[in-house]
């Protein structure tokens, strides 16, 4: 099984030295490991300190087509958006959409809520509230905000599902199935059991094996979702990454 793309790498616009590199350093270690393509998907507009600004993304895009032409790897602009509300939003607005060509999200913790009700139900209690310890009522919350997110938005990837915000990891991926949209299998967490693993699998929930790099030395760097493929015995072609690259078109269902 070969890793044709990374599709989760940070960069120095995630601030406060958050991504250690530049997208010329993240694309020259992509090339030196021989991936074909990667995304780079800085963390979201409303996070309160790793945020990615609006204004830079035509800079990005000129960095983006540079680091191309010098490296040879094919890069997609993306943003790690977060999940900003119980009823479901993001932190995109509609004229975003045209200027990325990837969107992933996921739950982060110190972002900016629209209203007090959701930093309460959706940041405070999930950053206090023990992970191996989730109450009911707490995970059918979570849960209901993401398969709202994932209905409203042309999310391509859910990342590190589970992490930090405990979730019905079935539910989830069976929308996400039914919308097209990738659940991550992620180089520095996995955040679900074998036995939901499985379970997503015999679903046909499609997977995408990514590094969240947040440093050059780190893209490409995926062993822990391949060798949870390879061990579980998930089919290759539910892993849209390996030995083939897959289309983004944002089009849900397009994989």
Do not use: W
């Amino acid at each position: 099984m070969i890793l044709y793309g990374d599709y989760h790498t940070h960069t120095i616009y995630s601030q406060l030295n958050h991504g250690k590199g530049t997208i010329l350093q993240n694309a020259t270690v992509a090339a030196e490991k021989g991936l074909k393509q990667i995304a780079i998907t800085d963390h979201g507009f409303n996070h309160l300190l790793f945020s990615v600004k609006r204004r830079l993304l035509p800079q990005i895009r000129e960095e983006i087509l540079n680091a191309k032409e010098v490296t040879g790897v094919d890069i997609l602009l993306g943003v790690e958006s977060n999940l900003i509300s119980v009823d479901g939003q993001v932190d995109l607005k509609e004229s975003d959409y045209d200027e990325l060509d990837i969107i992933l999200m996921g739950f982060h913790k110190l972002v900016k809520t629209p209203t007090v009700k959701d930093f309460l139900q959706l940041q405070a209690v999930n950053m206090l509230s023990s992970p191996f310890r989730a109450s009911e009522k707490r995970i059918a919350r979570n849960t209901s905000a993401f398969l709202k997110a994932i209905d409203k938005y042309p999310i391509d990837i859910i990342t590190h599902l589970n992490f930090g915000c405990p979730t019905d990891t079935l539910a989830v991926a069976k929308l996400a199935k039914q919308k097209g949209v990738l659940i991550e299998l992620n180089g520095s967490r996995i955040n679900f059991t074998d036995e939901e693993m499985q379970i997503m699998a015999s679903e046909g929930v499609k997977f995408i094996i990514d590094s969240d790099a947040h440093s050059p030395k780190r893209v490409g760097e995926c062993n822990r979702g391949v060798n949870l493929v390879y061990r579980l015995g998930i089919p290759a072609n539910q892993v849209v990454n390996l030995d083939k690259l897959p289309t983004f078109t944002k089009k849900r269902g397009q994989f």
